[in-house]
């Protein structure tokens, strides 16, 4: 072969290659980006909240669908697990996340100097005002409300019916008389799972703060060592709610978890639990449909005051000031609650009840329970969510004190007295 056809051949063949090369890379989106240098940032999310978890990983891939150089890790621990604990574990071991979850108030405190300023953010001006309080401070928003939820006894309105209970309770002694007319008709009045640290520790005792006539003075005076818990008339009801519960309920509450206390309430065997509008989805996957509402959580006698329910936020989503892709985490917050997909995953998939004016409260995508905590907000009958004002530690101490009062180790005196000890050693000197 001559030099001149060795030319052309080689020419040829480069010519050939080239093509085949450029056919590879074409119509690849996000191998033309990587080609071109562009880096795909990962943002960590951290959250505590179980029940979302798989469609928050949903939601991660859709965002990146849009934003392919942004990746969205979802990272959680919640139910049992201690999730304040496992959050300062992190920053102290250098793996602080980008987004994380605060409750507001005494833990924005705690965090504030970790906190991006969001007040800048497209969102803020569509807030409900209930939802924005919590993460407000010095006229600045800290933190992205997720959602609004409401707890109290969800309870199953066909038992009722059958126990011949015709007006809801009100009151204690209706309560107590409810729970009679129950187990008269061979039903388990109540399905207790006081295994949880954070149902009773948390959510539960955050009724006899919300009752006090000012709550936030009744918290003040507490770190002050002006007020006490022991003494206080609506402790005193609280630990007679409790016992209560227990004397009308499933044999081991101390050893009863979240996801048992559900299973025993949708099918049938217990017609009230203490939850929220979040046990919608575990309600549903077991009995679609179910006949349920909720009522407030009855201490003393009087009806005007009881027909309240518990509403807060639990949990923010904030942005780690010091993250090296804060701007990136803001991105997906926004998209969070201003996208089709996003706003549809939190009333549909979540039956969360919107924290923004911007979505849609629409009672078929929030279920009963969400719908009937939403129709109490809008009655304005809401008692703050008390336990975010909460000295850092607290609840779990106070749920180690009620669980020793259930278990009958300490009588009412004990527990107010351990109540008092575990927030008189965590507060603010």
Do not use: H, R
């Amino acid at each position: 072969m001559s030099k001149t056809k060795l030319s052309l051949s080689a020419l040829v063949l480069v010519l050939a290659m080239s093509i085949v090369l450029s056919a590879c890379g074409g119509g690849n989106k996000e191998g033309n980006a990587a080609s071109s240098g562009d880096e795909v940032k990962t943002v960590t999310l951290f959250q505590f909240k179980t029940e979302i978890v798989e469609g928050l990983n949903e939601l991660a891939a859709e965002f990146q669908k849009e934003y392919p150089n942004i990746k969205i890790d979802v990272q959680t621990v919640g139910g049992g697990a201690d999730y304040a604990a496992s959050l300062k574990t992190k920053f102290a071991s250098g793996e602080a996340p980008d987004i994380f979850s605060n409750g507001g108030f005494a833990e924005l405190d705690l965090w504030q100097d970790k906190l991006e300023d969001l007040s800048d953010q497209p969102w803020v001006k569509d807030l409900v005002p209930l939802a924005a309080e919590p993460m407000t401070k010095n006229g600045k928003i800290y933190g992205m409300p997720l959602n609004l939820e409401g707890f109290g006894y969800i309870y199953n309105k066909d038992l009722f019916a059958k126990a011949g209970i015709t007006e809801l309770p009100k009151t204690y002694s209706q309560l107590e008389d409810a729970a009679k007319k129950l187990q008269a008709a061979g039903i388990t009045p109540f399905a207790n799972a006081y295994q949880e640290w954070w149902l009773i520790g948390n959510q539960g005792i955050s009724v006899a703060f919300a009752q006090q006539d000012n709550p936030d003075e009744f918290i003040k005076g507490l770190n002050e060592g002006t007020a006490s818990i022991v003494g206080n008339e609506k402790f005193n009801e609280w630990a007679k709610l409790m016992k209560l519960t227990v004397d009308y309920g499933n044999k081991n509450p101390l050893t009863t978890d979240y996801n048992t206390q559900v299973a025993m309430f949708a099918n049938g065997e217990a017609a009230m639990m203490q939850e929220g509008n979040w046990a919608q989805t575990a309600i549903d996957a077991i009995s679609p449909d179910m006949n349920i509402g909720i009522l407030p959580m009855a201490i003393g006698e009087d009806p005007a005051v009881n027909d309240k329910i518990n509403v807060g936020i639990p949990e923010n989503l904030v942005v780690n000031k010091d993250s090296d892709v804060k701007e990136e985490a803001k991105t997906f917050l926004n998209w969070l609650v201003t996208s089709d997909i996003g706003k549809q995953y939190i009333t549909k998939e979540f039956k969360f009840i919107p924290a923004l004016t911007t979505i849609e409260a629409n009672p078929e995508d929030m279920g009963a329970i969400g719908t009937e905590v939403y129709n109490y907000v809008q009655e304005g009958k809401v008692l703050g969510l008390q336990s975010s004002k909460f000295p850092d530690g607290v609840t779990q101490e106070f749920s180690n004190v009620i669980q020793q009062y259930i278990a009958g180790k300490v009588d009412e005196q004990g527990f107010a007295t351990g109540l008092q000890a575990a927030w008189d050693k965590l507060k603010k000197q």
